[in-house]
């Protein structure tokens, strides 16, 4: 179903990104050992991968929350878990490895155990082609994110049927945690090809809303959908919430809108001040780097350095909220608005 909440994971399920699914595959297939696939909160990066999956060895691992050794190999156990109709037969006579109907035990301390990358090396050895999901990769942090760019680092060096793809919404942050171009980076020099998800354009978006209300026999007037299109502006996953909300009965337009700011707000709450200022600013109209040190001096009557607003600038951007002064999600313009700066 469209209007299901939870990311897909067939092709079948997956709307209109045949485009994307063939890159991926002819990438996949020629064996290319490193992608980036990048692209804005909710566009539907999590469904494409699991879809994609579908067809090839894969292994999916969520990195959100991610903090200690434990939670990785925890998760990497999760993943097997997940691709093991495909992974059976390739993991019963590896050391660590216990395969118990359809979960699997990793064992990854003491006697008998494997590392990540010893198991990379176990797969590899079967000749083919095996693919590594890293999703929301830019959240790794140290002393894990050594651990996972070095296991990446020798697998693209030596393990020629083993492809890496990390995923990330945070676009700018996720090309800092790989550090191609950064000399003290494991991953400093290796070639990636990105793939960007994009929004659906608005022919799509209305097709994607009426085929949605189509499968569950529910007849939405043109005018409505039309004017949710608007509002969300071909975000998939806000597309998702828009036909969700209508269907579960809630067919105020503006009720819907509301309760999508409410989420986006509160992911907001959790910036810096200088952060929450910055966007206000920009919320607000201010449209060049002058304008927002401006408002913010106007608003609260203290002067920031230049350095300050500069560097949270480019955070804003790595973190994928805005660019060169626009909001990428028009539904963050509207949270910004309800900011309030202490």
């Known amino acids: 179903m469209l209007f299901d909440i939870r990311p897909k994971s067939s092709r079948r399920e997956l709307f209109d990104r045949e485009h994307e699914l063939s890159i991926l595959d002819r990438l996949v297939d020629r064996g290319d050992p490193l992608i980036l696939v990048l692209g804005i909160r909710r566009i539907g990066k ?177 005018e409505v959908i039309e004017e949710a299109v608007e509002l969300f502006d071909g975000i998939v996953g806000w597309l998702v919430f828009f036909g969700r909300s209508y269907l579960d009965g809630m067919r105020n337009l503006e009720l819907i809108l509301d309760a999508a700011v409410n989420m986006a707000y509160e992911e907001l709450c959790k910036l810096r001040r200088n952060e929450k200022l910055v966007l206000k600013a920009i919320a607000d109209g201010a449209r060049s780097w002058s304008q927002v040190r401006r408002y913010i001096e106007e608003k609260t009557c203290t002067v920031i350095p230049k350095s300050t607003l500069s560097r949270t600038i480019r955070r804003l951007e790595k973190l994928s909220i805005i660019d060169n002064y626009r909001f990428l999600d028009p539904i963050y313009m509207y949270a910004s608005k309800r900011l309030r700066i202490k």
């Open 46 to 222: 999590t469904s494409l991968l699991k879809s994609f999956l579908e067809e090839w060895n894969g292994i999916y691992i969520d990195m959100r929350g991610v903090s200690r050794e434990s939670d990785l190999y925890r998760r990497f156990s999760m993943g097997l878990s997940m691709g093991i109709e495909r992974l059976r037969r390739f993991l019963k006579n590896i050391r660590g490895i216990k395969v118990m109907g359809i979960e699997v035990e990793l064992k990854w301390r003491g006697r008998d155990s494997i590392s990540l990358t010893g198991l990379l090396e176990e797969l590899n050895r079967f000749g083919e082609r095996i693919v590594v999901v890293f999703d929301e990769a830019q959240l790794i942090r140290p002393p894990i994110s050594s651990l996972v760019k070095n296991c990446i680092a020798y697998t693209y060096d030596h393990l020629d049927n083993i492809t890496v793809i990390l995923s990330g919404s945070e676009i700018g942050l996720l090309r800092d945690f790989i550090g191609i171009e950064n000399p003290s980076s494991p991953l400093y020099g290796r070639y990636s090809y990105e793939l960007i998800v994009r929004r659906f354009p608005r022919d799509l978006s209305l097709e994607f809303l009426e085929q949605g209300f189509h499968e569950v026999g529910l007849r939405v007037g043109r």
